[in-house]
């Protein structure tokens, strides 16, 4: 994995994603009047593990990703190319509203849906989340663009890769590439 200098570090309001973590449950489960002696539990879980998963909870811009780690028991870590970004929804659902938290929804081209609802990337409690969302965006246009000082310089390069060895390598990949399509055809 190649390391991009960061430009931007998510900052998480842990007491409203607390807040938002112990409401959202119990308002839908007192709605469902079924579920009410389940609600001391599943606070008590929530209350148990909910700093544990904080504490594993990060996002951070790079010049080139964006790199999400999260998860307490099932840990995930994705890191999204920003090229491959066509997306970046704002979202507040009318429990967030109340609590003043914010989310955003990474979309990418070709993704398939996942565990996060069809979103590859999916945040919730970011301070300044549509300053986040934004910065996403905007490094997101300079690399597609190519107008990004910084972007051009992290450019990985293999050592003493120059003109010919670069067309020397091109050229063993046409050869391999030929010699898979003979095989190809004569196993048709």
Do not use: H
């Not at 973590?21 to 001391?40: D, E, F, G, S």
């Not at 491959?84 to 914010?102: A, C, H, L, N, S």
């Amino acid at each position: 994995m190649l390391d991009y200098p960061a430009l931007r570090t998510a900052a998480f309001d842990r007491k409203r994603i607390k807040t938002y973590w112990l409401w959202q449950p119990t308002i839908i489960m007192a709605c469902t009047v079924v579920l009410i002696p389940v609600i001391p539990v599943v606070l008590l879980i929530t209350i148990l593990f909910i700093d544990k998963y904080l504490d594993r909870l990060s996002c951070e811009l790079t010049t080139r990703t964006l790199e999400v780690r999260k998860g307490l028991f099932n840990r995930v870590e994705s890191t999204v190319p920003l090229e491959k970004i066509t997306d970046v929804q704002f979202y507040q659902g009318p429990i967030m509203r109340m609590i003043g938290v914010e989310g955003f929804r990474v979309e990418t081209a070709g993704q398939s849906a996942g565990a996060a609802g069809g979103f590859l990337v999916n945040m919730i409690g970011i301070e300044d989340t549509r300053g986040f969302r934004q910065a996403i965006l905007t490094q997101r246009d300079k690399l597609a663009a190519g107008d990004d000082a910084s972007v051009r310089s992290t450019e990985p390069v293999a050592p003493g890769a120059g003109a010919s060895d670069q067309l020397a390598t091109l050229r063993a990949i046409s050869d391999t590439l030929l010699r898979i399509e003979q095989k190809l055809d004569q196993s048709s």
